[in-house]
């Protein structure tokens, strides 16, 4: 880092500050990670220097005999990883490997069904300020009010109105295990695909403690970088059926280059999720997950669905008459990260929201147990129910502090502070 420190001081300043940012703050976005120090080095490595357009083996450019290693030991543990018959593991992100998801099997004008956004579903299932809404026909499915989960009768009825070419199963902020069997049997009935979107849910997805969707969906897309715990990116899986038109469609159909620093941090990213450790990860992803619902509750909060079967939980705050915005804001202040997210039927708009999301992946990575979701679910519903007592966040900010000093940040633990 001195060698950015004296080229660009500016940014190697910011570095280091977002450094004491991440060491110093709870992190409780859903959607967030700590990356191993290996998987950050494979990302700062020399691999950031290669072009390789195509595939290992058959490239558009010399010199790749290297790379297609890496990019061979990527996709080989991911099979491994989720015993899928394809995959293709240069999407740049999750956003990009649902266009290609898409692309591999539609047309567009082709209609599609995807998860209600303000039910927790992602933009790119079909929201109009996505390509996804734009190029295709999108219609949307949501939860049952009364239950709060996803009501597949529903499901199959819309499917049946609608007509989908493609089905997407998967979200951002549902908390309640997801039936990738009953929406293959619903798509089946209407000859649609399904296209599984476990951006959120792949690592625990990879440990065995959530129903896999290979085998059942024909397409699957993911992240790397949220519960799996690699780098920033994407990948895409489908059965032997559709894995050359998925190919084809990521390259040359949408991307140039592969970040070949990125793959080969993927595979690193990929070995360590198979590991017996990572099991246990995940299963202390869900423990604390479970806790901070459970403590929520007990202080008098709202969770939708009434608890969590996975990493996730979304408040409604409706009852405490208090917006997902300020809340947001006033958590910051008392340095506990987390983001707004609209609750089904939300009375406010999705920039002010009705609800708060929260997950526990990144603080799990830092070590962080039970005790201390216990802890910091009171401190969230002390903030939500009197959240103009700026006593009461300073001296949480204080006790926040305190915690996240106690758990050295991921990654990072052997370097010196830069600043
Ligand atoms: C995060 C997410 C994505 C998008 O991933 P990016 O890497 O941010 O593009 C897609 N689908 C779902 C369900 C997600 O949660």
Not at 232 to 259: C, S, W, Y
Not at 296 to 325: A, C, F, K, Y
Not at 378 to 394: C, L
Request: net charge negative; glycine share 10%; hydrophobic share 40%.
């Amino acid at each position: 880092m001195s060698i950015l420190a004296n080229v660009d001081p500016a940014i190697a300043g910011i570095i280091g500050r977002e450094e004491q940012r991440q060491r110093s703050t709870i992190e409780l976005i859903a959607s967030e990670n700590f990356t191993s120090a290996a998987v950050m080095q494979a990302t700062g490595s020399v691999l950031t220097n290669k072009y390789a357009e195509g595939l290992p083996g058959k490239r558009y450019y010399g010199g790749c005999e290297f790379v297609d290693e890496a990019e061979n030991l990527a996709t080989s543990r991911a099979r491994e990883l989720f015993g899928t018959e394809h995959v293709n593991v240069q999407p740049y992100s999750g956003a990009i490997a649902n266009m290609a998801g898409y692309l591999s099997v539609l047309k567009p004008g082709d209609p599609i069904l995807g998860m209600n956004l303000a039910h927790g579903g992602h933009l790119t299932h079909g929201s109009p300020v996505t390509f996804s809404g734009q190029v295709f026909d999108a219609h949307s499915y949501g939860i049952d009010i009364e239950s709060e989960r996803i009501d597949y009768d529903e499901v199959l009825r819309l499917a049946k109105e609608v007509r989908p070419k493609v089905i997407v199963a998967g979200s951002s902020a549902y908390s309640r295990v997801i039936d990738f069997a009953r929406f293959r049997e619903i798509a089946d009935e209407v000859g649609a695909i399904v296209m599984a979107d476990i951006a959120h849910i792949a690592g625990i997805v990879a440990a065995g403690l959530h129903p896999s969707p290979i085998g059942q969906a024909q397409i699957t897309t993911t992240t790397t970088h949220k519960t799996l715990r690699g780098p920033r990116g994407g990948m895409i899986m489908a059965d032997a059926e559709h894995g050359d038109a998925v190919n084809k469609t990521v390259f040359p159909g949408l991307q140039g280059g592969p970040l070949m620093h990125i793959i080969a941090a993927k595979a690193v990213g990929f070995r360590e999720a198979l590991q017996p450790s990572f099991k246990e990860y995940i299963q202390n992803v869900l423990a604390n997950a479970d806790a901070l619902s459970e403590s929520l509750q007990e202080h008098g909060l709202r969770i939708i669905s009434g608890g969590t079967d996975n990493h996730l939980m979304l408040v409604d705050l409706r009852p405490n008459d208090i917006s997902g915005r300020k809340v947001q804001r006033l958590l910051e202040e008392a340095g506990i990260t987390a983001n707004r997210n609209s609750i089904p039927n939300d009375p406010r708009s999705p920039f002010q929201t009705s609800g708060i999301r929260f997950g526990s992946p990144a603080v799990t990575t830092r070590g962080f147990g039970v005790d201390e979701m216990k802890t910091i679910g009171r401190w969230i519903a002390e903030i939500v129910q009197t959240p103009d007592d700026e006593e009461q966040i300073a001296r949480i900010r204080e006790q926040a502090e305190a915690m996240s000093a106690a758990f050295p940040l991921p990654g990072v633990t052997d370097r010196d502070l830069q600043t």
